[in-house]
């Protein structure tokens, strides 16, 4: 298993130096752009060592090491300084850092610091904690996160939305998973594929002879979901009518199946999904209002892929396993521009496809199957610096490139490369790069 590495780093460029450094070793990296993101990284996920910038505009590297004292205190870290301030590295040293690195720092000093590191501790027990299956550090995707956290502590009915391929199914199995209805059963339910006039039979179960071929008895989806969650995917393929008398269920909790006597009691949570607007399925008559305003205890919107793109990189190493080496950055690029109208299943479609034709090789553009963007040639190799690039130089061909993609806007540039103006303005004088048009 490759060992993880989790960096933190504001600075873009640094960032990616790094995670190229490191994943050209055979390293498994992940980015968070500061300590706020990382502590969320690290909730959700397992790490053998910690590379850390101190100096972040949210959450330092030396309030991110006293967190980590708290609470992940055999976890080795390194922390990273621009002007190897002497008593802020003896700060981080007193605070449990084991070693320290000056930037620029070449690949060699870099990978000895992290072997050296890593030596005296035993691979990290990759154990799945918080949300792991929701993977991002994207404002959206953390705003789901916490939702789900806060629907998994109540026993209210949940509403996901989202566009098809979003993970409303993964959403829901998490609220489940974390719920205190957790051994109780999960029954999922497609609407779309439910005959209409057989509706109660599906929902309510039925009694042996009710009806022209009910050789036996049928137990319904309320009866099985007892105790447990009741899933229902495309709510907006159910027949009003039958909304109805669902609402009358979430009203009284009593169901009687086709052809009994009797009604029986049950205990139903409902999670519901539906990749349409609520509201616009109101207005036109699809949804109703009141079985609406019953599901809604909880309403989780899921964005769109291409809202999130930042979490395109940790979703596609995901999916991936720690095992594997890795996408290319001609790769990484290529996933990153590409539109993914099918959301997080269409990449999940592709990473499998291209891990399939890569075997046990680091995946590139051909095996994506994705047209290559403009900072790549049409063979696929990278039009950039070359391996082994300084960080000076691989930070100037980021903003030279940069500048070129927004037509010479700097405000556009400094947004896209996570830097201010002043920044900006300073290092294209630094690095000359006004002269070359």
Not at 325 to 340: E, I
Not at 392 to 417: F, K, P, V, Y
Request: aromatic share 4%; hydrophobic share 45%; net charge neutral.
């Amino acid at each position: 298993m490759s060992r993880s590495v989790l960096v933190v780093e504001d600075e873009r460029s640094a960032a990616t130096y790094l995670q190229l450094v490191l994943e050209e070793a055979g390293f498994a990296v992940q980015t968070a752009a500061n300590g706020v993101q990382a502590l969320l990284a690290l909730e959700n996920g397992s790490f053998d060592l910690v590379c850390s910038d101190l100096r972040m505009a949210q959450m330092g590297g030396l309030e991110l090491l006293s967190h980590l004292q708290q609470r992940w205190r055999d976890l080795p870290v390194i922390v990273i300084t621009a002007d190897s301030d002497v008593a802020e590295v003896v700060e981080a040293m007193q605070l449990g850092a084991v070693n320290y690195l000056v930037k620029p720092a070449a690949p060699h000093v870099v990978l000895a610091a992290v072997r050296k590191a890593l030596a005296a501790r035993p691979p990290a027990a990759r154990v799945a904690s918080g949300i792991p299956e929701i993977v991002g550090q994207s404002k959206a995707i953390v705003e789901v996160r916490h939702l789900v956290v806060l629907a998994a502590r109540s026993d209210v009915h949940v509403l996901i939305t989202g566009a098809t391929g979003t993970g409303k199914e993964l959403v829901a199995r998490a609220i489940h998973r974390t719920s205190n209805l957790a051994s109780g059963p999960f029954v999922e339910h497609n609407c779309a594929v439910s005959p209409r006039d057989l509706f109660e039979s599906e929902f309510f179960g039925h009694r042996r002879g009710a009806f022209t071929g009910a050789d036996r008895d049928h137990v319904g989806l309320l009866t099985r979901a007892h105790g447990g969650v009741l899933f229902l995917d495309e709510l907006e393929t159910l027949d009003p009518a039958h909304q109805a008398k669902l609402l009358r269920v979430l009203d009284d909790g009593k169901v009687r199946p086709v052809g009994a006597e009797a009604t029986r009691e049950v205990s139903v949570r409902f999670l519901a999904a539906t990749n349409r607007d609520p509201r616009e399925m109101i207005k036109a008559g699809a949804l109703r209002e009141d079985l609406y305003y019953r599901l809604r205890g909880f309403e989780i919107r899921l964005p769109p892929l291409r809202q999130r793109a930042e979490d395109i990189p940790l979703l596609a190493r995901h999916l991936l396993g720690p095992d594997h080496p890795g996408f290319t950055p001609d790769a990484m690029d290529a996933l990153l521009h590409a539109p993914w109208p099918g959301n997080v299943r269409e990449l999940l479609n592709t990473v499998r496809s291209a891990r399939a034709q890569a075997g046990e090789g680091r995946i590139g553009v051909r095996q994506l199957g994705l047209e290559a963007t403009p900072a790549h040639a049409a063979d696929g190799v990278r039009l950039g610096p070359a391996h082994g690039a300084t960080l000076r130089e691989i930070e100037r061909e980021a903003i030279l490139q940069t500048m070129r993609d927004c037509a010479g806007n700097r405000s556009q540039a400094a947004q896209i490369l996570g830097i201010d103006r002043s920044t900006l303005r300073r290092k294209i004088k630094e690095f000359g790069i006004e002269s070359e048009g």
